[in-house]
C-alpha cells in the first residue's frame, strides 16, 4: 500500500520561504517520523495548541491510518545551536471533500514572521490536490493572532462552541473555507 501521508504534497518538498525579518530561509516540506520529537517538544511550548502524545503524532505515519497531512516549517540555517529548528508544524486530516486542521503551532520567537500563513497556505494546497471541497477547524477564541490569521486567509466563522476548551475553560470558534472545485 503506498504510503500516502508522506506522499502527499510532494511538490511541497524543498520550498523554501524567505524569513522575517532576518538572515536565512525556511523550508515548508512534509514531516517524516523522525519529525514527530520535535513536534511533541514544540507542541508541549506552546499552551495555546491542542495537546496529543507522541503515539498519538506517530499513528499519522502508520499504513492505513487515516490520510493526514503533517507539514513542518524549518530553519535551513543549521548554525543556530538550537535544539529545535522546528519553527512550526501543522496536522491536518483530510477525508471525503473536508480537510480538517487538527492542530498548528508556530514557536513563540518565530512568531509575527509568516510561518503560519506559509503553513497554511501549503494546507490549502494539499487540500486542493486531494479534491477537498473545504477546511475546517477550531480555535480558541482568546486567540488573535489566529483568528486574524484564518481571516486574512478567507476562512470564515461558521459556528460558536461554549465551553469547547479546557485548561482554561473557554469558547471555541468554527471557521470554513470553501475551496474551488477541480475546473472552477
Not at 152 to 163: D, H, P, V
Amino acid at each position: 500500500m503506498v504510503f500516502r501521508n508522506i506522499l502527499l504534497c510532494a511538490m511541497l518538498f524543498g520550498t523554501r520561504h524567505k524569513r522575517r525579518p532576518s538572515g536565512g530561509a525556511a523550508i515548508v516540506r512534509q514531516a517524516t517520523i523522525d519529525d514527530v520529537p520535535a513536534i511533541v517538544s514544540l507542541e508541549r511550548d506552546s499552551p495555546l495548541a491542542s495537546h496529543w502524545s507522541e503515539a498519538a503524532y506517530r499513528t499519522a505515519f502508520e499504513p492505513g491510518a487515516p490520510t493526514r497531512m503533517v507539514l513542518v516549517c524549518r530553519d535551513e540555517d543549521q548554525t543556530t545551536g538550537r535544539k529545535n529548528l522546528l519553527q512550526g508544524f501543522l496536522l491536518a486530516r483530510i477525508s471525503g471533500g473536508e480537510c480538517e486542521l487538527e492542530n498548528i503551532v508556530v514557536a513563540g520567537h518565530f512568531q509575527r514572521r509568516g510561518i503560519g500563513t506559509q503553513l497554511m497556505q501549503a494546507l490549502i494546497k494539499a487540500a486542493l490536490e486531494q479534491r477537498a471541497l473545504q477546511i475546517f477547524l477550531e480555535v480558541r477564541e482568546s486567540n488573535a493572532a489566529a483568528r486574524s490569521l484564518y481571516a486574512k486567509l478567507g476562512f470564515q466563522i461558521t459556528n460558536r462552541r461554549q465551553s469547547y476548551y479546557n485548561h482554561p475553560t473557554e469558547d471555541a470558534f468554527l471557521y470554513a473555507l470553501a475551496l474551488k472545485e477541480s475546473g472552477d
